[in-house]
């Protein structure tokens, strides 16, 4: 998928979300945003959101919320 942002692999093998891109945990039933350290689906936000219809998607992908340090 294209979503028009790269997110980088550290060192331990996870996904990294860069300050120029934003991502938000769902709860897999019912899309309702979840608190910092819940594991839901992801949704991820394009840095460029009128560049085509794809900047805001969910995926099946689990995640979890961490806070920003």
């Excluded at 060192?11 to 300050?19: A, E, I, L, N, T």
Aim: aromatic share 14%.
């Amino acid at each position: 998928e294209q979503m028009g942002t790269i997110y980088p692999e550290c060192q331990y093998g996870y996904k990294h979300v860069p300050d120029h891109a934003h991502i938000i945990s769902r709860d897999p039933y019912s899309h309702k945003k979840l608190t910092v350290g819940e594991i839901g689906v992801g949704q991820f936000l394009s840095l460029v959101p009128r560049s085509y219809a794809g900047f805001s998607l969910i995926t099946d992908d689990l995640g979890y919320s961490g806070e920003y340090r």
